[in-house]
C-alpha cells in the first residue's frame, strides 16, 4: 500500500473514533438558534464551535440585506462568471475593495479562491516555499502550482532563519521565492510574524507572499480588514496576495481574494479555473456580503471587537490563573488547550460537553497526532460567566481525562515542550 494510502487510512481511524465517540458529524437539532448556544444530542450546549467571532450572523442588517436580495434578484443566479454575473457582483467587489483597501475578487470559498488564484499568479519559473502549518487549502492549491513546474518544500512553522536561507539558496535559479502562510493559524492561534517579514521583504526583493488570513478577516484591524492587510507595510503589500474569507467573522459567505494591481486581478479572474468552470456566489449571499461590508464601517462593528478582544483577555486571564496549558498565548478568538494523544482529546471533548460546553476535539490531521487538544473560539454571543466557566470545566476535567487514558501532565509538557517551554 502506498503512503498516502497509510495515512488515508491513520486519518480514518482517528476521525472514525471521534464519530463513534460522538464528538465528530455532529448535527445541531435546534428550531432556530441565538448564536450563543447549540443542541446537540438532545443536551443544550453554550457553543465554542462557531468560527463567526463577532456574533453577526443573527445581526438585523444581515438578515436584512438576504431578503432584499432574494426578493430583487431570486435565490440563484446560474451562470459561469465567465460569462455573466448577477447584477449584485459588481456592488458587492466594488464595496469589498473599497473595504479591504485593494483590487478584489469574490470567490465561492476561500479554498476555491486558492485553486483558482495559486496557479496563476505563480508561475514554473518561482519556487514555492509552504509554512509547515499553512491551511490545507493552500497545500492543496500548491499541488496545481507543482504539476506546472514550480518548485514547491516546506520550511518549518514561522521559522524566518531558514527562509532566510532557502531566499539564498533559490534566489539565483528562481525568478521570484513565494511564502505561503496563513495570518492567524487555525488550530494553535498563533499570528505570522509580521514584522520581522517585513523587514525581510525590504532586503530580498525576489521574496513574495500568499497569506492565506481567513480566520483574522473582520474581527481585527481596521474595517475588518485582518492583520495580513493592517501589520505589513506598503512595501510588503506591492508583493503580496491576501486572501481572506466571509464565512468566519463577516458571516457571510465566499472568500475575498485581493491583490498589489488591478492587473494581477484581471489574470486571476480570466485564467483561475474555479472561477471559469464554478457556479458563484448566489444573491442571498451577496446580499449578506453586501450588508456586511456596509456594517464593516460602523462603530458598531468597532464595538464588537472591542467586546471580543475584552473576553479573549478574560480567558488568557482565567486560564494563567489555574495553569491551563494553552499552547498559544496569543490575543485571538481561537485559544487551544493542549491534552495530548487523540484519545486524551476526545476525553476531554466529550467531559466539557458533560459540562454544558461544545468544543471541538483538535487531532490529526489538522495538528500532529501527539499535539492534540480542545480547540475552542470565543464570539461576542458569549459573557463573562460563560468564559469563566469553561476556564474552570477545563481546570477540573483535563487532569481527570489524562488520568482515564494513562497519562499525565509530564507527557503532556512532553509532547508540547517547545509552545510551554517557558511556562511554570
Not at 536561507?165 to 505570522?192: E, I, K, N, P, Q
Not at 472561477?275 to 460602523?298: E, K, N, T, Y
Not at 470545566?393 to 487514558?405: H, K, N, Q, S, T
Amino acid at each position: 500500500m502506498a503512503k498516502a494510502d497509510d495515512m488515508l487510512q491513520t486519518f480514518d481511524e482517528l476521525i472514525s473514533d471521534g464519530v463513534r465517540r460522538g464528538l465528530a458529524h455532529n448535527v445541531a437539532e435546534d428550531d432556530a438558534l441565538d448564536g450563543r448556544t447549540v443542541t446537540v444530542d438532545g443536551a443544550r450546549l453554550v457553543n465554542f464551535g462557531s468560527c463567526s467571532y463577532l456574533g453577526l450572523e443573527t445581526h438585523p442588517a444581515l438578515r436584512a440585506g438576504v431578503i432584499e436580495a432574494v426578493e430583487r434578484y431570486g435565490t440563484q443566479f446560474s451562470s459561469s462568471r465567465a460569462f455573466l454575473s448577477s447584477p449584485a457582483y459588481p456592488l458587492v467587489e466594488s464595496a469589498l475593495a473599497g473595504l479591504l483597501g485593494r483590487p478584489t475578487i469574490l470567490a465561492p470559498s476561500t479554498s476555491m479562491g486558492h485553486l483558482a488564484a495559486m496557479p496563476t499568479v505563480i508561475s514554473g519559473d518561482d519556487a514555492l516555499l509552504l509554512d509547515h502549518q499553512v491551511h490545507h487549502s493552500v497545500q492543496t492549491a500548491a499541488k496545481l502550482a507543482q504539476a506546472q513546474g514550480t518548485r514547491v518544500d516546506l520550511v518549518p512553522h514561522s521559522d524566518l532563519r531558514t527562509l532566510r536561507r532557502r531566499l539564498a539558496d533559490l534566489g539565483g535559479a528562481h525568478r521570484r521565492v513565494w511564502y505561503a502562510l496563513d495570518g492567524l493559524y487555525s488550530m494553535y492561534a498563533d499570528f505570522a510574524p509580521f514584522e520581522e517579514l517585513n523587514e525581510l521583504m525590504a532586503v530580498h526583493d525576489q521574496l513574495w507572499l500568499y497569506v492565506d488570513d481567513a480566520h483574522s478577516f473582520s474581527w481585527t484591524g481596521r474595517h475588518g480588514r485582518g492583520r495580513a492587510l493592517s501589520e505589513l507595510s506598503p512595501h510588503a503589500l506591492s508583493r503580496t496576495v491576501v486572501a481572506g474569507s466571509l464565512n468566519k467573522s463577516f458571516a457571510a459567505a465566499g472568500g475575498a481574494l485581493t491583490f498589489p494591481d488591478a492587473e494581477t486581478r484581471r489574470r486571476v479572474f480570466t485564467l483561475g479555473g474555479p472561477l471559469i468552470f464554478s457556479g458563484p456566489v448566489q444573491p442571498p449571499m451577496l446580499g449578506a456580503v453586501l450588508a456586511s461590508v456596509h456594517l464593516h464601517r460602523a462603530e458598531e462593528v468597532t464595538e464588537r471587537q472591542d467586546r471580543l478582544l475584552y473576553l479573549i483577555r478574560l480567558f488568557n486571564k482565567l486560564a494563567a490563573e489555574v495553569d491551563l496549558p494553552v499552547v498559544s498565548r496569543s490575543e485571538a478568538p481561537i485559544r487551544c488547550v493542549g491534552a495530548g494523544r487523540p484519545e486524551v482529546a476526545y476525553n476531554l471533548t466529550a467531559r466539557l460537553r458533560a459540562a454544558g460546553y461544545f468544543t471541538d476535539p483538535a487531532t490529526a490531521p489538522a495538528v500532529p497526532a501527539k499535539r492534540s487538544g480542545a480547540r475552542l473560539t470565543i464570539t461576542a454571543h458569549h459573557t463573562d460567566d460563560d468564559i469563566a466557566g469553561l476556564v474552570d470545566a477545563l481546570a477540573a476535567e483535563l487532569p481527570r481525562a489524562l488520568a482515564d487514558e494513562g497519562d499525565s501532565f509530564t507527557t503532556l509538557r512532553r509532547a508540547f515542550h517547545r509552545q510551554l517551554a517557558t511556562r511554570p
